[in-house]
């Protein structure tokens, strides 16, 4: 393995069932069993990190209340808790406080939901992102899938929040911001599902691997640049850009073929690089 690597695991920490017609347009009507994934990586120099940290239990005990019930009526997922990202990484050998930093693609609730559990980790996340959540609270912050008691109390001391993405270009998403200055893992915009979205672009030793995130959902969606429905305006933050997202990520994969996209709730993805459909 070069000295430079990242190693990077996919792990899933629940499923969910969706529409296929929501996730892509021409998905059809049946109802397809999606995970949500996050990512376990090894930085040479700066340790274990995650991007996302999924769900977690205590998704379940701060949607058991208020307005957030609603949470669980639109997205209904199944999990336990052997399934969050935290009880994971026994199986390498690692406990939560050996995960240095996290990534936040976004701060949705299937996202962040495990935040709580790492609380030796930095956080990192775009500035944009942050702003646009911080304020939210009640039917505000349902709006955009946040659930703000998901954060640490003191998440705010423990963030790094980017705004200079002066790094190297990734065409087509434009300047890169380089996360620990040495190439390995540029963190790109992918806007429009949420306010700030970014993905991962990661140099390992397998081959270069993106973390899309939410940039779609299927990897369908990117391959054949069909964006989801348009009914899902009701809960995104710009259609438009997610639209202008997929296209990216479709051109992106022409270009790039020998880069594994890894949308973060595509079953395609997961059988690739989780496995078993019950992992």
Request: hydrophobic share 45%; glycine share 12%.
């Amino acid at each position: 393995m070069p000295d430079d690597a990242v190693v990077l695991h996919v792990l899933n920490t629940g499923w969910g069932p969706a529409p296929g017609w929501i996730l892509m347009r021409g998905g059809g009507v049946a109802r397809i069993r999606v995970p949500t994934m996050v990512a376990l990586l090894r930085h040479p120099q700066e340790g274990w990190g995650l991007f996302d940290t999924g769900y977690a239990q205590r998704v379940y005990e701060e949607t058991g209340h208020g307005v957030f019930r609603l949470y669980r009526l639109f997205v209904p997922t199944i999990m336990n808790p052997a399934g969050s990202a935290a009880a994971q990484l026994a199986r390498f050998g690692l406990a939560p406080a050996d995960i240095a930093w996290i990534v936040i693609s976004h701060f949705h609730a299937d996202h962040v939901g495990g935040l709580a559990d790492f609380p030796s980790a930095r956080f990192i996340a775009s500035r944009s992102a942050y702003d646009d959540v911080r304020p939210r609270r009640g039917f505000r912050a349902l709006r955009r899938a946040f659930v703000p008691s998901l954060l640490p109390a003191d998440f705010g001391g423990r963030v790094t929040l980017v705004d200079d993405f002066g790094g190297p270009e990734l065409a087509p998403f434009g300047p890169t911001h380089d996360l620990f200055g040495d190439g390995a893992l540029l963190l790109c915009n992918l806007p429009g599902h949420a306010r700030g979205q970014v993905g991962l672009h990661a140099r390992t030793a397998a081959g270069p691997v993106l973390l899309a995130g939410d940039g779609c959902w299927l990897s369908r969606s990117y391959r054949e640049n069909r964006p989801p429905h348009w009914i899902t305006g009701a809960f995104v933050d710009d259609t438009a850009e997610a639209r202008r997202t997929v296209a990216a990520l479709h051109a992106f994969a022409l270009t790039n073929p020998e880069t594994a996209i890894v949308p973060a709730h595509c079953p395609e993805a997961h059988l690739r690089f989780v496995g078993r459909s019950d992992a």
